[in-house]
């Protein structure tokens, strides 16, 4: 699609980024690319990266881009440069933490489990894919959500949420989702 030429700078030629901050689109649910484009257009999500390419994107252009990044495979990519990391203490810690989150999240400080909304395998149609997900990027969300920054959420579920959740918490999650942790091809868990 000659529209997608236009992403692949900053979204990578088959919608996985080279760039640790910048999102993953291929394979993300239709509904959820549409809102976040929408969210852009109309500058309820701010982005001096986004705002002017959504804001020249026809009505036509953006359901072309939607339909192209939601087909496309969402599983790891030859060309998907991201490094995992090895279990390593600290990782393990990390990856025990955002587990509990994920599973169970936590009753007394008003946090649902995160499958709850994205789903077990961190997919559900018209929710924000984090499978493939580069770490920080999922990262700066959250830190966007608890500071505000980001408030496209509708109902404010994700600001509520990461407010609540403690800096080690957001970077687990992160860790977590970004690595693809339990999602890779032949990892047993």
């Known amino acids: 699609m000659l529209l997608a030429k236009r992403c692949e700078h900053c979204h990578g030629s088959e919608g996985f980024s080279a760039e640790a901050a910048t999102p993953n689109l291929a394979g993300l649910d239709k509904l959820a690319i549409w ?4 969210d852009f257009r109309s500058h309820k999500r701010v982005s001096r990266a986004m705002r002017p390419i959504a804001d020249s994107l026809s009505v036509r252009d953006v359901a072309d881009v939607v339909a192209y990044y939601s087909k496309l495979p969402a599983f790891a990519d030859p060309q998907d440069n991201r490094s995992f990391p090895q279990s390593m203490p600290e990782e393990a810690k990390h990856a025990a933490i955002a587990s509990h989150l994920i599973a169970f999240g936590d009753g007394e400080r008003g946090i649902p489990p995160c499958q709850a909304c994205h789903g077990p395998v961190a997919y559900r149609p018209g929710v924000p894919s984090l499978m493939n997900q580069n770490a920080d990027y999922v990262l700066s969300q959250l830190e966007a959500f608890a500071n505000g920054s980001r408030e496209n959420d509708i109902n404010m579920p994700m600001r509520t949420i990461s407010e609540l959740l403690t800096d080690d918490e957001r970077h687990a999650l992160a860790e977590y989702y970004g690595a693809g942790l ?7 868990k």
């Open 182 to 188: 339990g999602l890779q091809p032949g990892s047993e």
């Open 35 to 38: 809102k976040e484009l929408q």
